[in-house]
Each structure stands twice: as structure tokens, then as C-alpha cells.
């Protein structure tokens, strides 16, 4: 089996389908019992970078509640400092 090679596109692509992943789900999870809003959230959230629309949701829910944007951005670089080391 030839290995998987870990460059910028497969990552985008990845990303692009969790995304979406997420954001399916939410929708399907808002009619069945489930954490449905959030699941949108997360999946606007990953998707943000890459589309402009959901870029413009993400700087609104940021505008509209600062301090769980903030305390979620600080999780967020706890995490990417844990697994993103340099050696």
C-alpha cells in the first residue's frame, strides 16, 4: 500500500471534509437529538479560511461573544503548540 503524502492539498482536503462533515451532521442533529448548533459551529469554524462566507459568520460570532471566542482561541493554541513542535 503506497503511504499517504501529508502536503498542503491533502490537508485542505481533509479539512474541507471534516468541514462539511461537521456541518452535515449539525443539520441532520438539529431534528434528531444531538448537539446540533454546535457541530454547525465547529464545521463554520474549520471551513473558515477557505470560504468567505463562512469567514464573514465566524467574525460575527467572534464580535458577538468575545470572551468564548477568546477562551476558545486560547484552547486552540494550547493545542497547536502540544502537537505542532518543532524537533
Not at 481533509?14 to 444531538?34: D, E, N, Q, S, Y
Not at 446540533?36 to 468567505?52: Q, R
Not at 464573514?56 to 513542535?85: C, M, Q, T, W
Request: contains cysteine; positive net charge.
Amino acid at each position: 500500500m503506497k503511504r499517504l503524502i501529508w502536503n498542503r492539498h491533502t490537508k485542505r482536503v481533509l479539512k474541507h471534509l471534516a468541514g462539511w462533515l461537521c456541518i452535515v451532521g449539525g443539520i441532520v442533529m438539529l431534528v434528531t437529538p444531538g448537539q446540533g448548533l454546535l457541530t454547525i459551529i465547529i464545521g463554520v469554524y474549520l471551513l473558515a479560511d477557505e470560504i468567505p462566507l463562512f469567514g464573514r459568520i465566524k467574525d460575527r460570532i467572534n464580535h458577538r461573544f468575545p470572551k468564548a471566542s477568546a477562551y476558545v482561541h486560547e484552547k486552540g493554541e494550547k493545542l497547536k503548540a502540544r502537537f505542532h513542535h518543532n524537533s
